[in-house]
């Protein structure tokens, strides 16, 4: 059997608890050393207030997705909403990363990943969203990096082939953890991945 492939992806938006702006670059960093790519879905609003950060992502060759411009939750937006909310975004991340996030999308906090009237909102807008399979909580204050850890790692594993990973940019438990995680996955036989290679 050949390696499992594993894509880890990072929402990176405006964080909602406690961090320093330093850890996307760390991040980057992490990830580069280990010659790992990776999918960022952007939020517009970060893009501009963290261009430097942005269009390093990008020339790193990681695959830049779309994750809206206000992060709010896809359901409570009109369907004309929607799509407004997507073009700014995409408008924000042309101009700060340099690239076109089409036609990778993530609702924020997964809202309305099931809903067909979004998903058909921001089909029409050029994208496609894309939820996730391995879910560990990473932006929850209590979460260690010991259990995040584990619960990448074990989880990503028991998927087996093709498993998308959420984590997110900014939480302080992702930067610990994530040397760790990815030799863990190598030593499981993993490789990881770009979405853009699990994906069709
Ligand atoms: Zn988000």
Request: charged share 20%; glycine share 8%; hydrophobic share 40%.
């Amino acid at each position: 059997m050949s390696s499992p492939r594993v894509a880890l992806t990072f929402d990176t938006e405006h964080w909602s608890h406690p961090s320093t702006p330093d850890v996307q670059d760390r991040i980057l960093d992490v990830l580069g050393r280990a010659g790992v790519r990776a999918t960022f879905f952007l939020q517009g609003r970060w893009a501009t207030a963290y261009p430097a950060c942005a269009r390093r992502i990008a020339a790193e060759g990681h695959l830049v997705g779309n994750h809206s411009h206000h992060h709010a939750p896809m359901s409570l937006l009109t369907d004309a909403g929607i799509e407004r909310d997507l073009a700014e975004a995409q408008e924000a991340i042309g101009e700060h990363a340099g690239v076109d996030p089409r036609p990778w999308f993530r609702c924020p906090f997964g809202d309305g990943h099931d809903d067909q009237r979004v998903l058909a909102a921001v089909q029409r807008a050029g994208y496609r969203n894309h939820h996730w399979d391995v879910e560990p909580d990473d932006w929850r204050p209590q979460r260690t990096p010991i259990d995040l850890e584990r619960l990448v790692i074990d989880g990503a594993l028991a998927h087996g082939d093709g498993a998308v990973v959420l984590l997110h940019s900014w939480p302080p438990a992702t930067i610990a953890a994530l040397p760790a995680i990815l030799e863990g996955l190598a030593a499981g036989g993993a490789s990881l991945v770009g979405l853009d290679e699990v994906t069709a």
